[in-house]
């Protein structure tokens, strides 16, 4: 009976503390977004990239470096971004996984997007790894990048 409560307590924090970075999100509170997550938590956002003239970026790295700059050039260059929670599913060793719809519609540039007014409205699947301390070890995202161009304006085949 114990160890069914502490594993129901352990899906049930990790379901928060997702839950929770996703509201920060939708706050656009930077500070309780990056609070949420421990100290060396990794970042993967594993569709993004951008092809610069010396160096291709990646989703890549920690949540705390280039996770925080991905999220704050978001929030920047769209204002009015939202996020809207679908399913959760978590379980007893901490997994979260979380449909969640981003949108917003772009006042700035960011990334490979000029800044063209463009509304985007993207499924993401979140993937989250919370530790016993309830805290973001590793966060996942994916989604459809060739969606996302195409609502922002930007086509790859034409070069725009």
């Not at 010396?54 to 991905?70: C, E, L, S």
């Not at 969640?100 to 960011?110: K, M, N």
């Amino acid at each position: 009976m114990a160890e069914q409560l502490a594993v129901r307590a352990m899906s049930e924090t990790a379901s928060e503390t997702a839950i929770a970075f996703i509201d920060a999100y939708q706050a656009h509170d930077l500070e309780r977004m990056v609070s949420l997550c421990a100290d060396d938590a990794g970042f993967h956002y594993v569709p993004y990239e951008i092809e610069g003239r010396q160096r291709v970026v990646r989703g890549n790295g920690k949540a705390h470096g280039i996770g925080k700059t991905f999220w704050a050039s978001m929030i920047d260059a769209f204002p009015d971004l939202s996020c809207d929670v679908g399913s959760v599913i978590s379980d007893d060793q901490g997994n979260v996984a979380m449909e969640v719809v981003v949108e917003g519609t772009q006042a700035r540039v960011f990334g490979p997007f000029g800044s063209l007014g463009g509304h985007f409205d993207l499924p993401h699947l979140f993937i989250f790894k919370v530790n016993d301390a309830g805290l973001i070890k590793d966060l996942s995202a994916y989604w459809d990048t060739a969606h996302w161009y195409e609502q922002l304006g930007r086509f790859e085949l034409d070069g725009r």
